[in-house]
């Protein structure tokens, strides 16, 4: 089992490494050979991670996620039909994406917006313009 590479996005600008051994897979059966299930009906995957013991997050990324999972622990099934390698891969990309959405620090607060002088006036003026193209629309025609 290799470490989940969390890619950087816009909460982790350097990205994370989570080690394996923080990492809790459990098979629905035991793998075939080269890691492919033999019988794609029964290949279920499910990862855990434990949040609130990880030594890869810091405490700013640790309270976040603690946010985001009260209980600690993040918990990704993937049983769809296919190898239980694809499902283990899909797991984890699920589990890198749920760290990167909980990590990411909240949005700044939005100021509301005044409207600028005279953006009424051409408001207005814009809707005149409208109307009154509106109006020639057809009566207009080329001389010859």
Do not use: C
Not at 77 to 96: F, I, K, P, T
């Amino acid at each position: 089992m290799r470490d989940l590479h969390v890619p950087a996005g816009p909460g982790l600008p350097e990205g994370l490494v989570v080690p394996a051994a923080e990492l809790v897979e459990r098979f629905s059966k035991s793998p075939g050979p080269g890691g492919q299930s033999v019988n794609t009906t029964d290949s279920r995957v499910e990862l855990e991670y434990d949040v609130a013991s990880s030594t890869a997050l810091t405490d700013t990324q640790r309270r976040r996620a603690l946010r985001r999972w009260p209980g600690g622990t993040v918990t990704i099934a993937a049983s769809e039909h296919r190898s239980q390698h694809r499902n283990r891969v899909a797991a984890r990309e699920r589990l890198a994406d749920l760290l990167r959405e909980a990590l990411a620090p909240p949005p700044p607060p939005r100021r509301p917006t005044r409207p600028s002088r005279g953006a009424k006036e051409r408001r207005l003026k814009a809707k005149k313009e409208r109307g009154s193209t509106k109006a020639l629309r057809g009566k207009v025609r080329d001389r010859d």
